[in-house]
C-alpha cells in the first residue's frame, strides 16, 4: 500500500509547482504526525510519503538470515548490521530492510533523536517484496534516493528480476541520483561485495537459495 502525497496533474491542467524545500516542510511534518497501526511503517521517498506492511515470512527470513552473517563477518570490525531504524537526509526517511554503520554510530543520531543520519550508512540492503508498486520502490525509487544521499553501497536481493537476481550497485553520483557500478548475479552463484564497510562478504545460496522455480 502506497500512500501519494501529490499527484501529477492531468494533460490540460495548469500545474503548479511546490517550491522542494517546502514541498520537503509538508512531508516531514505529515510523517511525524502520522500514526499507524501495528505492522504498517512509512517513509519518505521521491517527494511522497509511502506506507509499506512488513514483509511476509520468506521477505524475513532472507533478512534475517543475511543480517545473521553481517553480524560475525562484522565482528571483529567497527561496523555493525541494523535494522528497524530510521535512516534521514535532509528531511527524506527510510527504513531499508538492513544497512551497515559504525558500531559507535551516537554522533549520527539526529538532533530530534528520529533516526541515524544517512551519512553514516555504509551499506543497504532491499529484499524485494512482490507487486508492482514494491518493486517499483526498491528497484527505482530507492535506488535513486539512496544514490542521492551518497550512499556508498546498495545491494537488492530480488525474488523478481528473471529467476532471482542479486544486484550489487557502487559508486553513487548524489547530484544525478545515479549508482555508476552495476553487478547482477543471479541466484545459484555467489556474489561477494566488492567494496564498503562490508567488503569481502559473500552473499549465496544459504541466503537467496538457488533461484526461483517455473
Known amino acids: 500500500m502506497t500512500a501519494l502525497a501529490h499527484e501529477t496533474p ?16 509538508v512531508l ?41 552473517r553481517l553480524v560475525v563477518f562484522l565482528a571483529k570490525s567497527e561496523f555493525a548490521a541494523r535494522q528497524d531504524i530510521n535512516v534521514i537526509h535532509r528531511r527524506k526517511v527510510w527504513i531499508p530492510d538492513l544497512f551497515v554503520v559504525p558500531a ?5 543520531v539526529t538532533e530530534d533523536g528520529l533516526g541515524i543520519d544517512a551519512s553514516a550508512v555504509g551499506l543497504v540492503v532491499e ?11 526498491d528497484r527505482t525509487r530507492k535506488r535513486s534516493s539512496y544514490a542521492r544521499a551518497g550512499i556508498p553501497v546498495y545491494v537488492l536481493i530480488d525474488d523478481y528480476d528473471e529467476n532471482g537476481i542479486v544486484t550489487v550497485l557502487t559508486v553513487p553520483e548524489p547530484g544525478k541520483g ?33 533461484g526461483r522455480q517455473g
Open 127 to 137: 529484499v524485494v517484496s512482490p507487486g508492482s508498486e514494491s518493486i517499483a520502490r
Open 104 to 108: 559507535d554510530a551516537e554522533e549520527y
Open 28 to 68: 516531514w511534518q505529515a510523517w511525524r504526525a502520522m500514526e499507524l497501526p501495528e505492522g504498517y511503517h512509512a517513509e519518505i521517498i521521491e517527494g511522497s510519503i509511502e506506507v509499506s506492511p512488513t514483509g511476509r515470512y520468506a521477505h524475513g527470513r532472507i533478512v534475517n538470515e543475511l543480517r545473521d
Open 178 to 210: 545515479v549508482y555508476r557500478n552495476e553487478l547482477r548475479t543471479a541466484y545459484g552463484t555467489a556474489v561477494t561485495l566488492p567494496e564498503g564497510p562490508a567488503q569481502g562478504f559473500t552473499i549465496g545460496v544459504d541466503v537467496t537459495g538457488i
Open 10 to 25: 492531468e494533460a490540460g491542467m495548469t500545474k503548479v509547482a511546490t517550491p522542494p524545500s517546502d514541498l520537503d516542510d
